[in-house]
């Protein structure tokens, strides 16, 4: 039988820990221990907030006694003398005298702009002295500090709260016809506190609805807070000025810097079609990307570092793309790539609001020798033609009539004119709706007739036989649309291909390219490089045809749809990267932008038939800036001669722009189509 040791046997150590292990086990012993911890917590935290109250108090101590030392008289050497510190308590130290305390120990040197004491300070710092030496402190710091009492961030410009002001001329009652006025905005937040930065972007004009008059803003920003707006007076009568802030800076710049740069990626519905047999797939544009197993199509000249990419249609081959439709949207991608903290800059009182003005409603008296508009004759302007300086002003509408202030506009929405300024000339307008409709503007003026779906077709054609005169419409392809529409592949070609073929009849052709409304959605890289290829076609083509003839018709604002957010500073952009790419190679840029934003109605994508035919009125005194003139001598002060082959800068070309391609060549939209 087995026999065990008794219990006062057992080790002494692990008696202990049974000891131990029973008092933590004991209920009683574990609601002391609770107890012991939450009171041991709470008198940490209590030493903690005594000894930050010690810190901040002291420090409160330290910044009323330079203040009180900043407020000391001055000694005569223009040095200012502080106050000792006695190391007695804060009560001590602000009943002392001033006259007792002075001492020589510790000089502080005059700094600009400093104040002396007030002559009733009796040691006790006011309320109204505390102000004054922080605004002190203010002045002569390296931040901007506009106000004290300022609870919360700085907001960005509102136009509820921004200031418009008339610098010139000094009264509203002296406008008269033909003066610049002269406006200066203070943009300011929704605190009414003056901003310090630009980059706001306003959309301003001067219209007279009833006298079918307008005029646009120039806008310049003064990178501090304040804008100058420029307007042209141009007509007599009744005018209300309208301001609008577009995008404020703070939503301009993430335009600028991340969506203009973002990751686009535009989709297409690819539709394949080989006898009865049709197939779709998504197709793709890449610039400088990979991929496996995709048909990829190189567009022959258009582009290069940029591929249009499919997926591989279930059985039919690369080759049997018959078309494409659009599938991206632009409201869908751009709220893809806003972030949520950045929504509220393109929303509600940040986007398209109005600037309440007073004094808005003006009266324009006629000139001191009783002209109603500005007489044209006192202009001295420019003949039409490329590279020409931007005014202040664009121009003006009056009666429904366009005055142009950038060139001396010699030609008329008038079939004589347009007939005498086309004759023997091939005319291709290439691009999108807006193209066509100049198309269709022209087509009516010279009574060719149109078809029925013209505002639909891909490709429009039209001849005046007499005089010679072919006009034509083609539409561009890769365009993205925010409606599904079929782009028939077989219908449509790139604008270079369009320009390197165009001397295979004739030299004399004018070719109007607009590239920007469907390319909003594309890589901006990519878009620039689809507008260089177009220029060196150009340049090529001129080397063999100098008399041919570019031009290139700018964007518009569109309209103040919140649901298209950023688009029109987007297509400010572009039309900027237009100048830049296109400048000094001879090609003939139409602005219409303000004239377009000046019209006195609602902005849209397609602007009514009496924009588009004064439009079209600009666009032929710019081919013919000779017409209507051979009687006068040309001098110095008032001749533009148009480029000729001998006097046109040609700027190099690209390394992939060859001679124009041969018929064969010009039956195929893309070359190289293959399966990667």
């Given at each position: ?9 057992m ?14 086990d ?26 930050f109250?010690?810190?901040v108090?002291?420090k ?31 009560t001590?130290y ?26 009733n300070?009796d ?42 002001k ?5 009264d ?15 943009a ?8 310090t930065?630009?980059g ?20 310049i ?9 420029y ?8 005018a ?12 301009v710049?993430w335009?600028?810097t ?6 686009h ?16 797939s ?12 995709m ?17 591989k ?13 659009g ?16 929504r509220?800059?393109?929303?509600g ?34 003949l ?10 664009d ?6 009539q ?18 005498q ?6 005319v ?6 807006t193209t ?17 779906d ?5 490709f ?13 419409f ?14 028939n ?22 070719i109007v390219?607009?590239?920007?409304a ?17 220029r ?10 100098p ?10 604002a ?13 297509f400010k ?7 830049e790419?296109?400048?000094?190679s ?5 602005d ?7 019209y ?47 006097n ?10 060859h ?5 064969e060549e010009?039956?195929?939209?893309f ?6």
């Amino acid at each position: 039988m087995t026999k065990y040791r008794p219990v006062k046997q057992m080790d002494s150590v692990l008696v202990k820990k049974l000891d131990v292990n029973m008092l933590h086990d004991h209920p009683s012993k574990k609601v002391w221990i609770r107890k012991r911890t939450i009171i041991t917590s709470t008198i940490i935290i209590c030493l903690i907030i005594c000894l930050f109250g010690f810190m901040v108090n002291l420090k409160r101590e330290e910044t009323i006694l330079a203040i009180n030392n900043l407020q000391e008289p001055l000694k005569p050497n223009g040095m200012l003398q502080s106050n000792s510190i006695q190391p007695d308590s804060r009560t001590q130290y602000l009943s002392s005298s001033s006259s007792d305390n002075h001492q020589e120990d510790h000089l502080l040197p005059l700094l600009p702009g400093q104040r002396t004491r007030p002559p009733n300070f009796d040691g006790v710092i006011s309320d109204d002295s505390l102000v004054d030496s922080l605004q002190m402190f203010a002045n002569r710091a390296p931040f901007v500090h506009h106000s004290i009492d300022a609870v919360t961030s700085f907001d960005v410009t509102c136009a509820a709260t921004t200031v418009v002001k008339l610098a010139s001329p000094a009264d509203y009652e002296a406008i008269h016809v033909g003066d610049t006025l002269h406006y200066i905005i203070e943009a300011k937040d929704s605190y009414g506190r003056p901003r310090t930065i630009g980059g706001d972007f306003w959309l301003g004009a001067l219209k007279s609805p009833h006298l079918i008059a307008g005029t646009a803003a120039k806008i310049i920003d003064h990178d501090n807070g304040t804008y100058s707006m420029y307007l042209t007076a141009g007509w007599k009568g009744d005018a209300m000025l309208e301001l609008t802030l577009a995008h404020p800076s703070e939503g301009v710049h993430w335009l600028k810097t991340t969506y203009k740069y973002g990751d686009h990626l535009p989709i297409w519905d690819g539709e394949f079609q080989l006898g009865n047999i049709k197939e779709t797939s998504k197709c793709y544009l890449m610039y400088d990307s990979t991929w496996n197993n995709m048909c990829e199509y190189q567009p022959k000249k258009a582009l290069k570092h940029t591929k249009f990419v499919c997926d591989k249609p279930f059985t039919l081959p690369c080759e049997s793309l018959a078309g494409i439709r659009g599938a991206s949207n632009f409201p869908v991608e751009f709220s893809r790539l806003l972030p949520t903290e950045k929504r509220v800059l393109f929303s509600g009182e940040h986007l398209y609001k109005n600037v309440a003005i007073p004094h808005g409603f003006i009266n324009i008296k006629e000139r001191t020798d009783n002209q109603f508009t500005i007489p044209k004759d006192t202009l001295q302007l420019p003949l039409c033609g490329p590279d020409l300086p931007s005014p202040l002003s664009d121009g003006y509408w009056y009666n429904g009539q366009w005055n142009s202030l950038v060139c001396d506009t010699k030609q008329t929405y008038n079939k004589a004119s347009a007939i005498q300024c086309l004759e023997h000339t091939n005319v291709v307008f290439t691009g999108d709706s807006t193209t066509r409709q100049w198309f269709a503007s022209l087509a009516k003026l010279l009574d060719v007739g149109l078809p029925e779906d013209h505002d639909r077709s891909f490709f429009l054609e039209r001849t005046l036989a007499a005089p010679d005169i072919n006009i034509s419409f083609v539409f561009h392809p890769l365009s993205t649309h925010p409606k599904p529409i079929f782009v028939n592949m077989s219908q449509v070609r790139f604008e270079v291909d369009i320009i390197l073929d165009s001397p295979r009849y004739t030299c004399n052709n004018v070719i109007v390219v607009s590239p920007w409304a469907h390319f909003i959605m594309w890589p901006w890289d990519a878009y620039v490089e689809w507008l260089t290829h177009i220029r060196d076609a150009m340049i090529e083509v001129k080397r063999q045809c100098p008399e041919l003839k570019v031009v290139i018709k700018s964007p518009h604002a569109v309209n103040k749809q919140t649901t298209m957010k950023g688009r029109d500073f987007m297509f400010k952009e572009m039309m900027h990267a237009m100048r830049e790419v296109f400048q000094g190679s001879g090609v003939m840029f139409i602005d219409i932008w303000d004239m377009d934003y000046a019209y006195p109605a609602p902005m849209e994508l397609h602007m009514p038939d009496e924009v588009i035919n004064q439009e079209i009125a600009l666009f032929l005194s710019y081919l013919c800036p000779e017409n209507m003139q051979l009687s006068l001598t040309p001098t110095s002060e008032n001749t533009h001669l148009p480029p000729t082959s001998e006097n046109i800068h040609l700027p190099p070309t690209s390394e992939n722009i060859h001679l124009p391609p041969t018929s064969e060549e010009q039956m195929q939209l893309f070359k190289n189509v293959k399966v990667e």
